[in-house]
């Protein structure tokens, strides 16, 4: 028999739930209060692995968002992508937060288990491979890690092929101001997006002038935002290493906290913060 929807204004009246959807059935609870698989003794391993599967599903939801964002932004419907952006940057300080947790874990906790992570590294994951490229970090080199999954590296390459959000961004902002998009840029596919001067200067126009452009600046900012919350996240990932294992080389085999750094410097929406110093 198929699974009836809850009436609320039956409560206290209904006393048999047996044909009614319950909490665990809707969320799939079981299934994943199930998927935390210790491979060692250690206590802190669960702490570890659920700290890791939260932060691929808040990354679920980043991608849900970013993507509707950006068919939003396509379709003028600004006000919904405002919403959506605002989303993202809280989802971000949730992820910030998680590090507080993880760092309860000292080196000799971390040490009991991470033999058994073998060459497994936080590098590897594609829903955040997939963030960077929807926001305009493009390194295709970063594919490599990802050419075990043929599903995975398929929907990678396809991002590459299209428009990054950042990218969407500008476009609508040169056809704002000028009337139409034939002075913007072409879109940078397949590498990292780099500063333009157009581009700066045109952000530069919105900031003069912020009562005629109010519907550019206020995405500007919450473009700003989202960098921000997505800064502090990789600091304090760099923080939460380098207190655990040091330099040590990062499992993947990777640098660890070197590598970690050196992704501190990539600047997503490089022009909205160059402009500051022009204004």
């Not at 809707?26 to 932060?55: G, K």
């Not at 599903?57 to 600004?78: C, F, N, V, Y």
Request: aromatic content about 12%; charged content about 25%; proline content about 5%.
């Amino acid at each position: 028999m198929s699974k009836q929807p809850y009436d609320p204004g039956s409560e206290g009246a209904q006393t048999d739930f047996s044909d009614s959807m319950s909490y665990g059935d809707y969320l799939h609870i079981d299934n994943v209060l199930a998927q935390q698989h210790c491979l060692s003794d250690a206590h802190d391993e669960m702490l570890f692995i659920i700290q890791h599967q939260t932060a691929e599903l808040w990354m679920k939801q980043i991608l849900h968002e970013m993507s509707a964002a950006r068919q939003a932004l396509k379709a003028g419907d600004t006000a919904n992508m405002f919403k959506m952006l605002a989303r993202v940057s809280r989802i971000f300080e949730q992820l910030n937060n998680q590090w507080d947790v993880l760092r309860t874990m000292t080196p000799a906790d971390y040490t009991r288990f991470r033999r058994w992570l073998g060459p497994s590294s936080g590098f590897q994951s594609y829903q955040y491979r997939m963030i960077e490229y929807v926001l305009g970090n493009r390194n295709p080199n970063m594919l490599k890690p990802h050419e075990h999954r043929p599903d995975v590296l398929q929907a990678l390459t396809e991002e590459l092929e299209r428009p990054s959000f950042y990218d969407e961004v500008i476009r609508f902002l040169f056809k704002t101001i000028d009337g139409d998009e034939s002075a913007a840029p072409e879109p940078q596919l397949d590498c990292p997006h780099v500063a333009i001067p157009e581009v700066q200067a045109k952000w530069k126009l919105v900031y003069q002038d912020i009562n005629r452009y109010w519907t550019l600046y206020e995405l500007s900012e919450k473009l700003v935002d989202l960098e921000d919350y997505f800064r502090r996240w990789r600091f304090n990932h760099v923080t939460t290493v380098e207190r655990v294992i040091g330099f040590k080389r990062g499992t993947g085999g990777t640098s660890g906290v070197k590598y970690l750094k050196r992704m501190l410097e990539v600047e997503l929406f490089p022009e909205l913060w160059r402009l500051r110093g022009d204004l």
